[in-house]
């Protein structure tokens, strides 16, 4: 009879605990990256360091031309001839695990370390 009584409480501290943990884990800072990885149809074919302001031109899947620049600390798509564009709308980067996908040009700008 006893355990029956405790069994709400119980659920209620679980709950109460992950909870807990989960607002922990939100709200722990971000870890600023300092190298950017650009990969065309799974391929790395840059390693930009985020310190170092630059302008590169690729030519990705299909003929898809983008500008990926560096700039203050973060990463970005400047111009790309993809039809939504949503690369460049994605806008600058520079959290370690942040990505920059353009679909069509099958390229991938990621945050590695």
Same mark, same amino acid.
């Given at each position: 009879?006893?355990?029956?009584?405790?069994?709400?409480?119980? $659920?209620? /501290?679980? =709950?109460?605990?992950?909870?807990?943990?989960?607002? #922990? /884990? @939100?709200?722990r800072p971000? %870890?600023?990256?300092?190298?950017?990885? =650009?990969?065309?149809? !799974?391929?790395t074919v840059?390693?930009?360091? /985020?310190? @170092? !302001?630059?302008?590169?031109? /690729? &030519?990705?899947?299909?003929?898809?031309?983008?500008? %990926?620049?560096?700039? !203050?600390?973060? =990463?970005?798509?400047?111009?790309?001839?993809?039809? *939504?564009?949503? $690369? =460049?709308?994605?806008?600058? #980067?520079? @959290?370690?695990? *942040?990505?920059? #996908?353009?679909?069509?040009?099958? &390229?991938?700008?990621?945050?590695i370390s």
């Open positions: 009879m006893k355990v029956k009584k405790w069994l709400p409480v119980l $659920c209620i /501290l679980a =709950v109460l605990a992950v909870c807990g943990v989960w607002i #922990i /884990l @939100q709200h971000a %870890v600023s990256g300092n190298l950017a990885e =650009v990969r065309i149809s !799974d391929q840059l390693r930009l360091p /985020l310190n @170092q !302001d630059c302008r590169h031109e /690729l &030519t990705g899947s299909g003929g898809i031309h983008l500008v %990926v620049a560096v700039h !203050d600390g973060s =990463v970005y798509v400047e111009r790309s001839e993809c039809p *939504d564009k949503i $690369c =460049v709308h994605r806008g600058r #980067i520079s @959290q370690e695990g *942040d990505r920059i #996908i353009c679909m069509p040009a099958r &390229t991938v700008i990621e945050i």
